[in-house]
Nanobody, 127 residues
Framework: QVQLVESGGGLVQAGDSLTLSCAASGRTFSRNTMGWFRQAPGKDREFAAV????????YYADSVKGRFTISRDNAKNTVYLQMNSLKPEDTAVYYC????????????????????WGQGTQVTVSS
């Protein structure tokens, strides 16, 4: 059974940093795109960051560009999201996602293209 398990969320103050981790099990994603999405209360799930299978390509939503960094360790089957200079508007449940059908593909931002999702981890940023 394939599982993605996020960790690292919490309650922080504006300007603080957090690092989220997403550990995959049940299959390897070392040849697949992985991404982070987030969903604030009352809003749709939105794209935050994506990384290609080898880490060569990364893309970010404009709202997080310059503050968030996505990375991966294929040996550990894990993807990370380093979040700096956090703002109250970053408050959301953060979800890890993995593409399960395209190998060595170009990374994409459309949440409907991802096959596997984690259960989410809450990030709350107070002002």
């Amino acid at each position: 059974q394939v599982q993605l398990v996020e960790s690292g969320g919490g309650l922080v103050q504006a300007g603080d940093s957090l690092t989220l981790s997403c550990a995959a099990s049940g299959r390897t994603f070392s040849r697949n795109t992985m991404g982070w999405f987030r969903q604030a209360p009352g809003k749709d799930r939105e794209f935050a960051a994506v990384i290609s299978w080898n880490g060569a390509f990364t893309y970010y939503a404009d709202s997080v560009k310059g503050r968030f960094t996505i990375s991966r360790d294929n040996a550990k089957n894990t993807v990370y999201l380093q979040m700096n200079s956090l703002k109250p508007e970053d408050t959301a449940v953060y979800y890890c996602a993995a593409d399960g059908h395209t190998i060595y593909g170009f990374p994409f931002r459309d949440k409907n293209e991802y096959d596997y999702w984690g259960q989410g981890t809450q990030v709350t940023v107070s002002s």
